[in-house]
């Protein structure tokens, strides 16, 4: 990770161990694009809705609440509208009484789908409790080390 001056306080990098400064307008440049996106995409649900819609699509709006357990309407409507502004989704208006409104995956959302099982394959790999008392322990060393 970069840090640029006009990212953070002065008191924050004075803190910090000096490192080469000397990067690149353009490594600055997509530094600022990798944040922005990962901060998008990683905003609350944003993930288990590009997560439901991979399921099974197009979706509608209350076959994707249904999907995600716990989302508020209002929620889920955020997360597709930002979704559909970054073209990882598409939303179709069908002109019909009442409009009927579908949601898909486009070509860069099906893409990200596929980066995200390769995460959801980790996740099931060190994160899947095999019996009870193995998460319990997991969530005793995950506690130990946030209190280092």
Request: hydrophobic letters at 40%; a positive charge; aromatic letters at 6%.
């Amino acid at each position: 990770m970069v840090v640029v001056a006009n990212q953070v306080g002065a008191s924050y990098l004075s803190k910090l161990t000096p490192v080469d400064q000397d990067i690149t307008k353009e490594q600055s440049e997509e530094c600022h694009l990798l944040h922005s996106a990962w901060n998008d995409l990683t905003k609350v649900w944003t993930l288990p809705v590009i997560h439901a819609l991979s399921l099974k699509q197009p979706a509608r709006f209350n076959e994707l609440k249904r999907r995600i357990q716990n989302i508020s309407a209002t929620s889920l409507a955020e997360r597709l509208n930002e979704l559909d502004q970054r073209k990882v989704i598409e939303r179709k208006v069908y002109p019909e009484t009442p409009p009927r409104v579908e949601y898909a995956l486009t070509k860069k959302g099906v893409e990200l789908s596929v980066i995200l099982g390769t995460l959801a394959e980790w996740v099931m790999k060190w994160d899947k409790p095999s019996n009870g008392t193995a998460r319990a322990n997991d969530e005793k060393v995950r506690a130990s080390v946030r209190s280092k």
